[in-house]
T-cell receptor
């Protein structure tokens, strides 16, 4: 079973910020939170990852709560090309199998 | 840029055939993975390998085997294909980031859509 909980789907208007939540209450202290996305008919694509501090790169921002039990991926100005399934995951210890879960299907509305 | 390639985008095989899915990465990554993806089930890990000739079972290894003879190549083998193995197969590779042995960003190939008749 997936160790994270994400909404099944979300809608966001084009040009607005898309905020995708993820619960990962069983995460341990040395495990990073990763976000990937999968555009239709393509392999998943890495977006961003973080441990404790908020992170930002050219694709997105990642906000991690102080207790690390949840995080939010922010796409600041969503475009139609951001329509995809977004996966939140953790557990990259070699002895711990990585589980992607079902992700959130994000629809960007024109 | 990291490049992960898979031998075929689409493949049609018959029940009982032996099927080889090949994956090659060009970034000298230690870790390689095979997943399958089915509607409503997300990505499920079949096998992964953290070094040449090393392999570990994922969540759904039954009916599959793997081979890693060279660092850049990881093969998934369906010994006797069955219709329930019709799926999208995704290969990925990763390299532990310096200073963070358990931090691994995975890079995925484009996928192979396999149909078993």
């Amino acid at each position: 079973d997936a160790k994270t909980t994400q909404p099944t789907s979300m809608d966001c208007a084009e040009g607005r910020a898309a905020n995708l939540p993820c619960n990962h209450s069983t995460i341990s202290g040395n495990e990073y939170v990763y976000w990937y996305r999968q555009i239709h008919s393509q392999g998943p694509q890495y977006i961003i990852h973080g441990l404790k501090n908020n992170e930002t790169n050219e694709m997105a921002s990642l906000i991690i709560t102080e207790d690390r039990k949840s995080s939010t991926l922010i796409l600041p100005h969503a475009t139609l090309r951001d329509t995809a399934v977004y996966y939140c995951l953790f557990g990259v210890n070699r002895d711990d199998k990585i589980i992607f879960g079902k992700g959130t299907r994000l629809h960007i509305l024109p | 840029d990291v490049k992960v390639t898979q031998s075929s985008r689409y493949l049609v095989k018959r029940t009982g055939e032996k099927v080889f899915l090949e994956c090659v990465q060009d970034m000298d990554h230690e870790n390689m993975f095979w997943y399958r993806q089915d509607p409503g089930l997300g990505l499920r890990l079949i096998y992964f390998s953290y070094d040449v000739k090393m392999k570990e079972k994922g969540d759904i290894p039954e009916g599959y085997s793997v081979s890693r003879e060279k660092k850049e190549r990881f093969s998934l083998i369906l010994e006797s294909a069955s219709t329930n193995q019709t799926s999208m197969y995704l290969c990925a590779s990763s390299f532990p980031a310096s200073g963070h042995p358990y931090q691994e960003t995975q890079y995925f190939g484009p996928g192979t859509r396999l149909l078993v008749l």
